[in-house]
């Protein structure tokens, strides 16, 4: 007998196969794919001011790119990313981020990742393909909840921006179409992730997770 959660998991199958498929096709060639890629937002962002800086309109291959363009670290990009944070438009990107993303700053202090609407988008089609994947190679995954923790577990930090800081919610990361289903099969409610300290988010969370009797798949994308 197919449960709720299992109609909802074949569906989302079903819906993440033209992800799997381009995904697919990819592979057949992925220098090729890359380097379009790579030169297709170099194109888009050639109107940001990094892009300006970097002159990223002279850019025709791969190898112009790596001239132009140096190696940097998250501090080298901080300055810009304190651009966005006070509103100024097209700092790194042609569009503006809806989001700037924290990380908790395990190789130094936290880090802001600016998301536009198109990075959310890649996002999504990567872990749609993925999940087809993962899906048709592990059917009975699908008849049972999952587990999902996207976000690190921490406070946002305290910086003065115009631009949101993180999400709410981690279904938010898969598309407004598709996070009430998320909420209705996910056996850890969204809002664990406001408990006052980590130890109570850990503990909350393990008790979720205990009583879901269907749970048949953990994804942690952060150590937290």
Not at 153 to 166: F, L, R, T, W, Y
Not at 184 to 201: D, G, L
């Amino acid at each position: 007998m197919t449960t709720f959660t299992g109609l909802i998991n074949r569906a989302w199958r079903l819906a993440s196969k033209p992800a799997a498929t381009r995904l697919d096709r990819a592979l057949q060639d992925p220098v090729t794919q890359q380097h379009h890629y790579l030169l297709r937002w170099i194109d888009m962002n050639r109107d940001s001011a990094f892009g300006r800086k970097y002159d990223f309109r002279a850019i025709r291959t791969p190898a112009d790119y790596r001239k132009a363009v140096p190696i940097q670290t998250y501090e080298d990009f901080r300055p810009w990313i304190e651009r966005i944070c006070h509103g100024e438009p097209r700092v790194l990107t042609h569009q503006n981020p809806v989001r700037l993303l924290p990380s908790s700053g395990s190789s130094g202090p936290y880090k802001l990742i600016p998301m536009t609407r198109d990075l959310l988008r890649s996002f999504q089609e990567a872990v749609f393909a993925w999940v087809h994947h993962l899906f048709s190679a592990q059917p009975e995954l699908m008849g049972g909840s999952a587990y999902w923790a996207i976000s690190p577990a921490m406070q946002k930090p305290e910086v003065e921006s115009v631009i949101p800081i993180g999400y709410e919610d981690d279904a938010a990361y898969f598309g407004h179409w598709f996070q009430p289903l998320l909420h209705r099969i996910w056996p850890v409610p969204s809002t664990v992730q406001h408990a006052q300290s980590i130890e109570v988010f850990q503990e909350v969370t393990l008790l979720h997770l205990l009583l879901a009797r269907d749970l048949r798949l953990i994804s942690i994308w952060h150590p937290s």
